[in-house]
């Protein structure tokens, strides 16, 4: 059964410092797996979608990368914001998992201090 | 303007009622999503559908029950036998249900026991 970590669970950097959130995976063979963005109250909104056979995507301020064979995935974020503030979370894809179904890791909430 | 709608954003159930929680999307959609969300922690699936007629149940789907009538439609009720329904509720949708893209998300309701 494919088990999904976010450490830490909660991260305040201040303004200008770069972000690193990891991401870490039990089971390697993953379709594809995928940063979002949840601000409080508020439903996900997705960052970015690395596929199996891809080993990073960028977007913008926003770094992902994929170590599938360490069951690892890092977002990085470079010159953190005051709205960069928001929980993250990672999911993945396995590669046999029926109904497009995502495990979630449980969030790295981040705080960035003006 | 195309997303997700869900409603209401908060619900309040008595002990021993059904209640029912509305999501609607006009992406065009074939596949369409339940999760739960407690504090702290990931989404975890309760049923997903992928076509009109058709639902799986997910991880958790003791004490839920949905319908897909519509496909733009997918209510998701939460039973008396859901014995500790506190949490946020999430409704997402996909293009389809093989090929791994990125799931849209709406913005939640929070459901609260009285």
């Known amino acids: 059964k494919q088990e999904v970590t976010q450490i830490p669970a909660a991260l305040s950097v201040p303004e200008g410092e770069n972000l690193v959130l990891n991401c870490s995976f039990t089971d390697s063979a993953i379709y594809n797996l995928q940063w979002f963005r949840q601000d409080p109250g508020k439903g996900l909104t997705s960052l970015l979608l690395i596929q199996s056979s891809q080993r990073e995507q960028t977007s913008g301020r926003l770094n992902a990368s994929l170590d599938k064979s360490s069951g690892r995935s890092t977002l990085y974020i470079a010159a953190s914001q005051p709205g960069d503030s928001a929980t993250y979370l990672c999911a993945v894809k396995g590669y046999w998992a029926a109904g497009n179904k995502l495990t979630f890791g449980g969030g790295t909430r981040v705080l960035v201090k003006p | 303007d195309g997303g997700i709608t869900q409603s209401p954003k908060y619900l309040f159930r008595k002990e021993g009622q059904n209640v029912t929680l509305s999501c609607e999307q006009n992406?065009?959609?074939?596949?369409m999503y339940w999760y739960r969300q407690d504090p702290g922690q990931g989404l975890r699936l309760i049923y997903y559908?992928?076509?009109?007629?058709?639902?799986q149940k997910g991880d958790i789907a003791e004490g839920y029950s949905v319908s897909r009538e519509k496909k733009e439609s997918f209510p998701l009720t939460v039973t008396s036998a859901q014995k500790n329904p506190t949490a946020f509720y999430l409704c997402a949708s996909s293009i389809d249900l093989a090929g791994g893209e990125t799931q849209y998300f709406g913005p939640g309701t929070r459901l609260l026991v009285l």
């Open positions: 559908s992928q076509i009109v007629n058709d639902f």
């Open positions: 992406l065009n959609h074939d596949a």
